[in-house]
């Protein structure tokens, strides 16, 4: 059997990505809990991995850092069930959705796509692969992110509104997914800055753990 999901990086088409889907992050906003998942997409040129910077885009006064985990496709579907969902996903990574908060808090006061805000380069620094068998419990599982060593966000996957298998079979009722392709499924709450010279560092329990650099773009 073929595994081009594994290399996702490079044989993904498409990352898409949940917003405001975990209760704390909805409760701390004093906003009400989404009807149906909220989605925006970033380019997979966004993607970098350990060993690569995150740079902070032209013109970016405030970025702002997201940990959360993402499922991998393994192949090609649509319109499933959520009951199905789970013959579908290949396997799991650890990411991070950065996103440059005033071109987003600009984008949304003008009603203005997301894109830019959230698909620049480096916008999407991710784990490898990890096995779904790793992962049996992905409902509940600690994702945590530290800057300079502080922690920021630190919280199980169970606070999530909408569960991977809702979340996988509602993209697919209006998206084709391909094999490779990767779904963000939200940030927990305490998402906030980072500045050039700091240090990112996140995991998801003690499977996946990951660092970058912030830095200025050059
Ligand atoms: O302000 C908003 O409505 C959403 C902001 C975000 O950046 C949301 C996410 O990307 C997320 O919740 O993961
Ligand atoms: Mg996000």
Redesign the pocket.
Known sequence: MSENYRNFKENGKKII?V?RNYKGLVAAQGIQNPEKPILFMKPTSAYISEGQDIKIPLGCKLLYH?V?LGVVISKRCSNISPSDASDYIGGFLLAL?MTAKDFHIEAKEKSRPWFLCKGFDTSCPASGFIDKEKLSNYSDTRLWLKVDGVTKQNCSTSDMIFSVPEIISYVSKYFTLEVGDVI?T??PAGSGPVHAGQTIECGLADIAAMKFAVVELN
């Open positions: 990505a917003c997201e959360e959705d963000l939200g940030t």
